[in-house]
Each structure stands twice: as structure tokens, then as C-alpha cells.
């Protein structure tokens, strides 16, 4: 039975409807409206924040003055702002972003989106863009894709409805239609495509030298004495998968080699992709003597199922890869491999960015490109020593 807080009579007491999730009551005998107390140690469901408001009112100042105090005005006095900000720190104010970005028009943070963030590249490039993005003020708002088109079209859509000031991509293997970057909100920010980019003139890009970095492992695998060298490609429709074919055929043409259609291959990175066409070139009546991978994790998973299919590499077959970690040192073979230097592809992502934003209407897209090395280990060195690495 409920007591009136009040005149402590409970006959009269009636129910009144809910107030902010608590039951109210009436008292009949006193006409008055109470709330049911709190059980001791039950917290509340929504926590107060702090505003500006709460912080004037501890202080005795207006709300006005704690904002120009917090926005570094100079018009007050270094008592009464040392006293806000002891304040605000006490009541653990935090200011609203929403509200700021809706006067002021910027948010200060960028959306990034990249197909998969447990990839070390992609891990590595992310972490270029925010040292780059940090140093200048901004905040790193990042969505991953999967991989799939859908995903990485749903993550533009929420990244630019959430009015970040920009944009850096790398798309998806499945990306072939760029409609969502086209969109009427997207060209209202800054975007720059990397690593995997929009195939277009007139976007601001940043990339690696497929062409030489690929040009560069074909050469080596080609002086190591190999001469059916397959080459493992991406999707047809990604421009990395172009580039790093382009250059894998321009070595084999100035060695006088043929182009056998029969070792050129376009999976999608998957690893039983890869192990698949592993299998279709051994089953070949002249199987190749390298292959080219132009994703070093397929490397891996072709070394991996040559083992265990009792091949040695690089005896019976030589592998390269594209693109380089950790890893590449540790398997055994260590894997020849192209670098791609990821922490710097984000940064200059993010410069990019930044001088768009200071040049507005002035900047002109451009595309950059950063500079490759080859990693020579044991991988493609048929008895031939130590590994070493050379500028592409």
C-alpha cells in the first residue's frame, strides 16, 4: 500500500498514470500529485549530461560565459575561465557535436571505408590516414565492406548522411558500378579513392605503380631461369587487376616470352579460388614453373597447398606475391613479394583530402602515385642465396 508523501494517508491514494517510466499517484484526502521513489541502488535509466547550462549554474555565470570561455574567447578573465573549466570538468561536460555541426556546417571528421579491416594493408593505411587526420583536427569515422558492393553502398550512404566533411575509399572486390559516388550528396564533399580505385580522370586518386611493381616481378622470376610464368590475377573489372596483368605481360614481351591465355587467371582473392586454379595449371600436360600472385595473401595460400601436395617451392615452382607484411618473412619460404608501403598510401589519402578543402573551388583532381619495392626472399630464388629488396 502507497502512503502520501505528504499528509501520510494511504486510503486515498489512487493511481495516476506514469511520469518519465515511474508510476504517479493522487492523493484524494491532500489534491496532491506524487511519484513513487526510486528502490535504493536502482540506477536511473536515462544519465543527466551536462550542459552548458548545468556548468553556468555551479559557476554563477551566464550560460553565454561558459561558451565563450570554452570557445577561448578572450574577453574573460583568466579567474572566471579557470573556474569553468574546473567545472566543467567536475560535471564531465562534453559539448553536443550534433548541435556544433549544424551551426557551424563541419564535423571535422572523415569517413573512411575500406573492404576489410582485419587486413594488415588496410589496417596499415587506415592507420596513415588517422596520424595525417589527428594532426590536422579530424576525427576517423571508419566502415568496412566486406567486401561486398552492398555493404560498401550502404556505408557511403550512412557516412554522408552522418555529414562527415569527407570521404576516402578503397572499394570492394565486387565494386563495377560507382553510381553511389556519384550521387548528388556525395559531390557535395571531398572524396578520394585509394589502393582500389575509381577508373575516372576527373577523381582525386591514390595509388600504388601497379604496373612497374608487377613489371618488377616478372622480370626477376624470368632472370631466375623460369620461363611458363602463370599469373594470378584479381576480378577483371578492378584496376589493380589491369595494371598488375599489364606489367606482368610487358616483362614477359621484352623477354621474348609468350602470352599463354591458359596461365592467366581472374579469381576473387577467395583462397579456394586460388588453390582451384593451382590445381587446373598442375593437371597441365606442361605445367607452369612460377606463378605470380597479385595478392600476397593467395601467395601464401598457393605455398601452403604446394607443401601439402608434396611440391617444393622454389625447386618445382617459384612464387611472388603483391604487397607485403609481417608474414611474408615468417612462412617458410619467405615470400618474394612487392611492398606497397600502405601507410603511406593513407597519408597521402588524407593530404589529399586536406588540400582539397583548403583549395575548394581552386583543386583540381589529381591522381598520386607512390613508389613500390621489390622484396626478393626464398620464394623465387632457385638455390640462389639471400633475399634483399630493390626500389621499384
Known amino acids: 500500500m502507497v502512503k502520501c508523501v505528504k499528509c501520510s494517508l494511504a486510503d486515498d491514494v489512487l493511481k495516476a498514470g506514469f511520469v518519465r517510466g515511474r508510476q504517479r499517484f493522487f492523493c484524494k ?11 535504493a541502488g536502482v540506477p536511473s535509466r536515462k544519465r543527466h549530461h551536462a550542459t552548458i ?5 555551479q559557476v554563477g555565470v551566464a550560460p553565454s560565459t561558459v561558451s565563450r570561455a570554452l570557445n577561448g574567447h578572450s574577453d574573460i578573465s583568466p579567474v572566471t575561465r579557470q573556474a569553468i573549466l574546473d567545472a566543467a570538468r567536475q560535471l564531465d561536460y562534453q559539448p553536443n557535436l550534433l548541435a556544433q555541426s549544424l551551426k557551424n556546417r563541419a564535423t571535422n571528421t572523415i569517413g573512411v571505408v575500406i573492404p576489410d579491416l582485419e587486413r594488415p594493408f588496410f589496417a596499415t593505411a587506415v592507420s596513415g590516414i588517422q596520424q595525417v587526420a589527428t594532426e590536422a583536427g579530424y576525427r576517423v569515422m571508419i566502415c568496412q565492406s566486406k567486401e561486398s558492393y552492398a555493404t560498401e553502398v550502404s556505408n557511403v550512404q550512412a557516412l554522408v548522411a552522418s555529414q562527415v566533411d569527407g570521404l576516402l575509399i578503397c572499394h570492394s572486390r565486387e565494386t563495377e558500378n ?3 559516388m556519384s550521387s548528388t550528396a556525395c559531390r557535395d564533399i571531398p572524396i578520394v579513392h585509394f589502393d582500389r580505385v575509381y577508373n575516372q580522370e576527373n577523381v ?3 595509388m600504388i605503380d601497379d604496373w612497374s611493381g608487377a613489371f618488377a616481378v616478372t622480370e626477376h622470376l624470368v632472370l631466375e631461369g623460369c620461363r611458363r610464368i602463370a599469373i594470378l590475377a584479381g576480378p ?13 605481360l610487358g616483362a614477359l614481351r621484352k623477354h621474348g616470352l609468350p602470352v599463354e591465355e591458359e596461365l592467366i587467371a581472374h579469381i576473387d582473392f577467395r583462397a579456394e579460388s586460388a588453390v582451384a586454379c593451382l590445381d587446373a595449371w598442375l593437371a597441365l600436360p606442361n605445367p607452369p614453373d612460377a606463378i605470380f600472385s597479385i595478392n600476397y595473401t ?3 595460400d598457393l605455398i601452403l597447398a604446394l607443401r601439402s601436395r608434396g611440391r617444393r617451392v622454389p625447386e618445382d615452382m617459384a612464387i611472388a606475391g603483391f604487397g607485403d ?10 615470400l618474394t613479394t612487392v611492398d606497397l608501403h600502405p601507410y603511406r598510401i593513407g597519408q597521402q589519402a588524407a593530404h589529399l583530402f586536406l588540400e582539397q578543402v583548403k583549395l575548394q573551388e581552386r583543386f ?13 626472399r626464398q620464394s623465387s630464388l632457385r638455390g640462389q642465396g639471400q633475399g634483399f629488396q630493390l626500389a621499384i
Open 325 to 334: 607484411e609481417f608474414l611474408a618473412s615468417l612462412i617458410e619460404p619467405g
Open 178 to 180: 560507382f553510381d553511389h
Open 53 to 57: 547550462a548545468d556548468v553556468a549554474r
Open 298 to 300: 593467395n601467395a601464401f
Open 204 to 206: 582525386s586518386r591514390v
Open 236 to 248: 577483371a573489372s578492378l584496376l589493380i587487376s589491369q595494371q598488375r596483368q599489364a606489367g606482368y
Open 364 to 376: 583540381e583532381p589529381r591522381t598520386c602515385v607512390v613508389k613500390s619495392e621489390l622484396i626478393i
Open 29 to 39: 484526502s491532500c489534491e496532491y500529485h506524487f511519484t513513487a521513489e526510486r528502490p
